[in-house]
């Protein structure tokens, strides 16, 4: 398993309380389809635009207590009702869709992080609403996670991102370990972009471990989900050592030893 998308979402896992199934697979449905609309195919950025759009519509329909007029949102609607969540966070989500259509480019880490807040973030935040768990302090912890998985994804995703003309390393960062666009191409055997990228990994790393404290605050199945999906992150990060940032010849994945390992360091948590 790779860190990818929303491959972290606990969809429908056997973790889950089951009343919270359902509840999962819809937020996942509508946050799939979402980034689906943004990336995927060769649909012109207009039209991946517009279909998001018509999401925004859906959205302001539940908003102002109108029927939606497609099952997923009528779903949604219910789950919204019944859980109390916060339809902003789904806006933040196509917000940051959006700006995946016509941002290729990240100036700064500032910059990169208030994308993660909307890309990301909101995802962590809905579950905790779901679990009755969305405290100031739990909230906090959650954004670290998330943002963390976000970062771990992109630099997993180095190649494959460079190859659509998008970048997502801050390029003042770029420019200050000796480094430009065109050197990423070449990067496996540049010191320069293993010192950036020991950089970058230590960073997600740092953020991970600020977040893992939920692990151990949420308890049961929810909490055991929590900290797999930490270890898994922290495993990648390791991955990436190991492989000295060569993401071009080998994108570090979960393999089933991994998931022992994952297995052994979250129960009982220990990070």
Known sequence: MPVDHYENFPVASILLPKRLR??????YNFARQADD???????????????????????????????PL??????????????????????????????????????DY??????????????GRLLLHLYEEATPTNLAYSD???????LINFWQDVAKDIAIGRIYLPLDELARFGMMESDIAHAPNSEAWRKLMRFQVQRARELMQNGAPLGSI?????GLEMRLIIAGGLRILDKLDAVDYDVFRSRPVLKPLDWVIMLAKSAPFSF
């Open 22 to 27: 359902r509840p999962v697979e819809i937020i």
């Open 37 to 67: 609309f943004a990336d995927e195919g060769d649909v012109p950025d207009a039209e991946r635009l517009a279909k998001l759009d018509d999401f925004r519509a859906e959205l302001n329909r539940i908003g102002s207590g109108e029927t």
């Open 70 to 107: 497609t099952p997923l949102f009528r779903d949604l609607a219910g789950i919204v009702s019944e859980y109390g969540l916060p339809l902003q966070l789904f806006h933040d989500l196509l917000d940051a869709f959006s700006q995946d259509v016509v941002q290729k480019r990240y100036a």
């Open 110 to 123: 500032a910059e990169l992080l208030d994308y993660c807040r909307r890309s990301a973030n909101p995802v």
């Open 144 to 150: 670290a996670i998330c943002t963390s998985l976000q």
């Open 218 to 222: 949420l308890r049961g199945r929810i």
